[in-house]
Each structure stands twice: as C-alpha cells, then as structure tokens.
C-alpha cells in the first residue's frame, strides 16, 4: 500500500512539473489589417516635388478603405497617394479571431533619380480627426524616413510597394514585397532599415503592427524654377 502511495505521489508530481512548464502558444488578441493587393503610382510630369507622404487608411470590418486620413502633406504629391491607397485591398484587422475597424499606415516617398540617398524631410504631423483620436488602435508612426539609393547605370523608374512589420517597441521586422521592380526592390528594403517608428497602440497598450511603404522612383524632369 506504501509503494503504491509513493507511486501515485512521483506520477502526480511529475504532472505538476509538466503542466509548469509546458505553456501553451497564446496568440495575441488584436491581429492588424494585411495589404492585399496594390497598384502602381504614377507621378504627373508637371510635378517636381519630393518627399514622403503619410496617410492613415480606414479599413472597414470587410477590408474596404472606408477613407483615408493624411497625417503628412507634401502639396502636388499627396492626392496621388491618396488616390492609390484608396484603390488597393486589404484583409481587416482581427480581435479574438473577429474582424474589426482598424487603421493601416501607408507612407509614399517620391524618389528623383538625380537625388542622393539621405534623410526625408518630414513636415509635422497633421491632427487626427475625432473619430481617429476615440479609435481603440492607434497605427505606428513614421519619425524618420530615407531616400533609397537609386541604382547607377538603370533607366528603371515605376513603385516598389512592401508591407513592414513592426514590433511592439516600434521595430521594423518582415518586410513583404507587394510590388516588385528589378533592380529597385533591394535598395528600397535596404532603406527600411533606416526608418524610425513610433510603435502602434491598443488600448493605449503598444501591439505588434504593419506599415505600408511605397516607394516611387521616377525619372527626373528639368524645370527653370526648381532645378529638376
């Protein structure tokens, strides 16, 4: 009768520890919105601004752009971004497995080919509506962006569009490519190593998110009045 105490007493014991230290994976509740499918972005000739646009797009329960929000202006450049993000589509944001509203946001950089590589002026933050301020998820923000470098010797020009995944801490991590341009692609995911984020938010609690980061490489067009 002992030995079978003793028995019942090493098996329980031997649960317990196992029950401590295998820890089921626990997926996190709030899964953001995905970047389905873009299009490319084309520059008007009589534009020769540069610079990054930052918009917010509202995507609905469905995945439809609802609206979308700028939070950095750049005048010529940014109902050109606004116009492609209206037009590109997403799968919604998740909460415990449900669909819900959610916010997706989408930088545009124009790049000349004439220009070097270095930091993007970023103009200051444009306030969010009232309806944005109430929303439970606050998408990351952009805080320091950089030109990609424009490959020697290539003619190519036309938008590379990648879909990052940041951390919690604001992190860039996966980089997907959405749309692809030979020779382009890998100086502008070389340049997403230089962008600085500010991490997004769920209920004022930092959550792991994604930003889409469309670069447009143009050709360089001269005008008496700017230089290009």
Sequence with gaps: MKRLLLAMMVLGSAHALTAQ????EVKPRFQPAETLSVTDITLPIPCAEIGTVVLDALITESGEVQK???RRDSPCLTQIAVHAAEDWKFSPATLAGKAIASRMPVAVTF???SRLAAAVPLPPLIPQSEEAIQAEFQPAVVIRATFPNYPDETVAIGTVVLEATLSAAGKGGEIKVLRDIPLLTEEAKAAVGDWRFMPATFNGNPVRSKIVLAFVFQAVFFYPSTGY
């Design 21 to 24: 230290t295998v820890t089921p």
């Design 111 to 113: 790049r000349p080919s």
């Design 68 to 70: 979308v929000e700028v």
